[in-house]
């Protein structure tokens, strides 16, 4: 598939189907992520995958949002393999670095045929602490993942684009 039609074609999916991810499918999702590029390629990123309804239910406790997604991969960052840059108030990349490797496996995702869901509106304590994340590893966002259900549609808002003009500036 062309890559520019790929990223335009990706939506935030809401609804699932019940089917669960496929092992082959989630384990390219995983490796899109762990050959995401990081900063300094110091690899911080770590990834929880929560598929089972245990965990699911321990990932909910304190959750905005239940998509009832058959998984959910936490994605954070070890703060002590973190690059710092001390040319900028010792400014960490780590929540740069989740980005990227979560924008790797939504971009997967969508490849295979799955929907994705960044979830960014969450308590990153509370699901450390309801999950059992070890002190040393900031949780940045939530990924849900399947394939999706019949009834799903992007929202209104996904074909609307502000033009390079306007977002762009040539210095």
């Known amino acids: 598939m062309d890559l520019l039609k790929l990223m335009g074609d990706r939506y935030t999916c809401r609804r699932y189907s019940n089917e669960d991810v496929k092992e082959e499918d989630l384990n390219k999702i995983l490796e899109a992520g762990r050959i995401a590029p990081t900063s300094h390629n110091n690899q911080p990123q770590r990834i929880y995958v929560v598929r089972s309804e245990e965990a699911k239910e321990k990932l909910m406790k304190d959750f905005a949002y239940n998509y009832k997604a058959p ?3 936490v994605c954070g960052y070890n703060i002590d393999e973190v690059w710092r840059n001390d040319l900028d108030g010792d400014r960490e990349s780590g929540d740069i670095d989740v980005s990227i490797v979560i924008t790797h496996m939504m971009l997967m995702a969508e490849e295979l045929g799955l929907g994705a869901c960044w979830i960014g ?15 040393n590893v900031k949780v940045v966002a939530v990924l849900s993942l399947g394939y999706h259900r019949e009834d799903d549609r992007p929202s209104k808002l996904h074909t609307i684009r502000r033009s390079n003009e306007e977002l762009v500036k040539f210095l």
């Open 71 to 73: 998984c959910y991969l």
């Open 121 to 135: 509106r969450i308590t990153p304590e509370l699901v450390k602490k309801n999950l059992n994340i070890p002190e």
